[in-house]
Nanobody
Framework: QVRLVESGGGLVQPGGSLRLSCSAS????????MGWHRQAPGKQRELVAR???????NYADSVKGRFTISRDNAKNTVYLQMNSLNAEDTGVYYC???????????WGQGTQVTVSS
């Protein structure tokens, strides 16, 4: 079983940056796909970015060129660097993990990101 804990959310002005972190318990991290979803007020939860155990990345079109996902296997941590933030990026960001064996998926508690002037 895996526990995920997000951090790094907060209030930022348009054009600013934030870096989210998600720490995972257990060695399963190394054989897992990690990613970030977000849910804006009144919107469906959407995939923002993901990174596989092999380092391949995928991004929503709306964040390409602005967000970067990365992982540090030694720290069991995935990061989301968010630059050039705008109001549409506001929402609760949830970390997730899906193991490469297809045995389960896990979600963090979410961290609030608010982009406002």
């Amino acid at each position: 079983q895996v526990r995920l804990v997000e951090s790094g959310g907060g209030l930022v002005q348009p054009g600013g940056s934030l870096r989210l972190s998600c720490s995972a318990s257990g060695s399963i991290f190394r054989v897992s796909t990690m990613g970030w979803h977000r849910q804006a007020p009144g919107k469906q939860r959407e995939l923002v970015a993901r990174i596989t155990s092999g380092g391949s990345t995928n991004y929503a079109d709306s964040v390409k060129g602005r967000f970067t996902i990365s992982r540090d296997n030694a720290k069991n941590t995935v990061y989301l660097q968010m630059n050039s933030l705008n109001a549409e990026d506001t929402g609760v960001y949830y970390c997730y993990l899906v193991d490469d064996y297809g045995l389960g998926n896990y979600w963090g508690q979410g961290t609030q990101v608010t982009v406002s002037s």
